[in-house]
């Protein structure tokens, strides 16, 4: 999977948009403010972290070893809530969009029924 078709379907996440609040790398999807993916596309280390359920996360561990990884630079306490998915040939284009929707949907309802009504308004 290419890194301008990861940044294309975030953007179309409605009310996303790219920020960098840790510099040039990574590239920071948010909504309202809360960072749901965190893409670095370098050539050698091509990866992104998403929010995520902590059992379905685990899940996702153990299923993909090594390819999927606690969010590799969060604090122990938020690692748990964060995926790291190394992009490679063992995981399917699918299932990356369906990593990028949950955090997404994570974010989401991390905010009270007002914001949330607001932000899925069109």
Partial sequence: MLVNEIIEYC??????YIDYPF????ICFKVNNKIFAEIYPLENDYKIT????????????????????RGYHCPPVQAIYRNTVYINKTVSDELIFEMIDHSYDEVIKSFSKKIQKQLLEN
């Fill in 50 to 69: 998403l929010k995520c359920d902590p059992l379905l996360a685990e899940l996702y561990r153990k299923q993909y070893e090594d390819v999927v990884i």
């Fill in 23 to 26: 510099g040039d790398i990574p």
């Fill in 11 to 16: 953007q179309k996440k409605n009310k996303a």
